[in-house]
């Protein structure tokens, strides 16, 4: 079991609930911007969010921005402990640096005493990409390993032990033997994820081996979808992995549709897509089945609660597993949505 860490008010590691991250990709300087990106964020289901902070303006522009986020910020510094420090003082509440690459100890102990008196943890994240040199002869797994391993125990040295490690690379094989392996040699929180990951489809299917593969060994306390997208979908893409591996936070309306195939007598795109938003805002357990033939399909959907299950002219709407009503093909959608409304209230009232 990894130790807890309090990141503001949110706690990761020790069993908690896995923490959804991602991070803007406004300039930190444009507060406003800034600020309706993390609350954008914020609605999608993130937890934490990071800004990077590059320089003093962006340190100070933190401050305005922690006031406007009902979230805690993580402050990404490259390299500059001062900055680490004022963004600390800005209301940061973790800061992504690596000790390694700040100085020498007397500023590592600085910053770490510094942290340690306001309760601001580190994530030490290490990039496949930029390893310092001395690994070079390592496969990228281990090296990664021993750098964050290097990295957390300059912070041990000064007592300080509120750390999160990451050990991110654009290779998924490299990615979770590096978690594996670290998971076993240290009991700090993980914050897992693969980096680089690219563009949409690509950073999604990456994401989703690694951090599911991860997951699923009971490895990860704390998750990021890379996505070169715009970082909502990032949100999204990390809620539907925990929802796919039993580990998301809260009750929800699932959705599943068949494949289609030539017995499909009904537009199932059509109405999985319009039924999936219709209940994306849904805080119950509910799984709701769309299929394109009866022949199949009810078969198929006899676990969900609700689903219909096409039919040349007329479609039948069942309920675990067992014929309902049989409505017109043109009025599948309002029958859905008005078997969804009467089973969320039953299940409200129950
Ligand atoms: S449920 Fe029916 S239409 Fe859908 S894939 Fe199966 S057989 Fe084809």
Do not use: W
Not at 288 to 297: E, H, R
């Amino acid at each position: 079991m990894t130790r807890k860490i309090k990141i503001g008010n949110i706690t990761v590691g020790g069993g908690e609930k896995i923490a959804v991250q991602s991070m803007t990709n406004t300039k930190t300087t444009d507060i406003d911007g800034t600020i309706a990106q993390l609350c954008a964020l914020r609605s999608a289901g993130c937890d934490i969010a990071r800004c990077s902070v590059p320089d003093r303006e962006s340190a100070d522009a933190l401050k305005e921005i922690v006031k406007g986020c009902d979230m805690p910020i993580v402050a990404d510094i490259h390299f500059d402990y001062r900055l680490a420090a004022a963004a600390a003082e800005a209301g940061a509440a973790k800061i992504r640096i690596n000790p390694g690459n700040i100085g020498d100890k007397s500023k590592v102990d600085y910053l770490a005493r510094f942290l340690k008196e306001r309760g601001v943890p580190i994530r030490i994240g290490v990039n496949g990409g930029s390893l310092e040199s001395k690994f070079g002869d390592l496969p990228l797994d281990d090296a990664m390993v021993e750098s964050a391993l290097g990295h957390a125990k300059l912070l041990e040295d000064c007592g300080f032990y509120d750390t999160v490690i990451s050990v991110k690379s654009s290779n998924v094989k490299a990615t979770v033997s590096a978690y594996r392996k670290l998971a076993a040699k240290c009991d700090y929180p993980l914050h897992v994820g693969v980096t680089e990951a690219g563009i949409y489809e690509k950073g999604l299917v990456k994401s989703s081996i690694g951090i599911g593969a991860l997951l699923l060994d009971g490895i990860g306390d704390t998750i990021r979808v890379s996505l070169t997208d715009d970082p909502v979908k990032e949100v999204h893409a990390a809620n539907e992995i925990l929802k796919a591996l039993d580990m998301y936070r809260g009750a929800y309306a699932e959705v599943v549709s068949c494949p289609t195939c030539a017995r499909t007598c009904i537009d199932v795109k059509g109405i999985a897509t319009a039924i999936e938003e219709y209940a994306s805002s849904l805080d119950v357990k509910l799984k709701i089945a769309v299929m394109g033939c009866v022949v199949n399909g009810i078969g198929e959907g006899k676990d969900s609660d609700i689903g219909v299950a096409g039919g040349k002219d007329r479609s039948a709407i069942f309920k675990d597993g067992r014929i309902v009503r049989t409505v017109s093909n043109d009025d599948i959608l309002e029958a859905l949505k008005e078997e969804i409304a009467a089973e969320v209230k039953e299940l409200e009232n129950k």
